[in-house]
């Protein structure tokens, strides 16, 4: 899918109420989606809607990473060795990824991240034009982990339901 290098343009730095924001088709199906558009041109990286890009970061407009490496600075270590080797893996063009991973908002807090990704084009297999989009998923990985919990902890005791139970037996007996 290929989407319109349209920015939406607000003024002032911080963006804190995102119904401000001009809705065309394109843009309220991403705010639908809770995803933020990006391109990656040789390392450049430009979001669609930088407003967007900024209320989802909490972040200010200026504040925002401007290239590949200023956003994998952001990511803690295990996520960013995730995203460069789903970087490495976009060795032609039509290669998508989908990872997720964790990072710190400039806020300071941690954030769960889900990034899908396309290559555009490339010389042999270095990928120089990317298009994706990104979101936030803290709360689908909140409630995975609480299911996931449930599903092994018997919730009035909190010990292990016989399942699990049974399992760890058998892990620490081999």
């Not at 989606?33 to 989802?56: C, M, N, Q, W």
């Not at 909490?58 to 994998?72: G, I």
């Amino acid at each position: 899918m290929v989407l319109p290098n349209k920015p939406a343009s607000l003024h002032g730095n911080a963006v804190n109420d995102v119904s401000a924001l001009p809705q065309d088709s394109t843009l309220g199906f991403f705010q639908l989606l809770e995803a933020v558009p990006f391109e990656i041109t040789k390392g450049d990286l430009s979001f669609v809607y930088p407003e967007i890009a900024a209320h989802r970061l909490r972040s200010s407009l200026s504040s925002l990473p401007d290239t590949v490496d200023s956003w994998q600075d952001m990511l803690l270590p295990e996520g960013a060795r995730e995203r460069r080797a789903a970087a490495r893996r976009l060795s032609w063009d039509g290669a998508q990824y989908r990872i997720r991973y964790q990072c710190r908002l400039p806020t300071g807090q941690l954030a769960w991240i889900e990034e899908c990704a396309q290559r555009l084009s490339g010389e042999g297999e270095v990928a120089s034009h990317i298009q994706g989009a990104f979101r936030l998923i803290d709360r689908d990985k909140a409630q995975i982990d609480q299911a996931a919990y449930h599903a092994r902890f018997d919730e009035m005791t909190g010990l292990m339901n016989g399942d699990s139970f049974q399992q760890h037996l058998v892990q620490t007996a081999a």
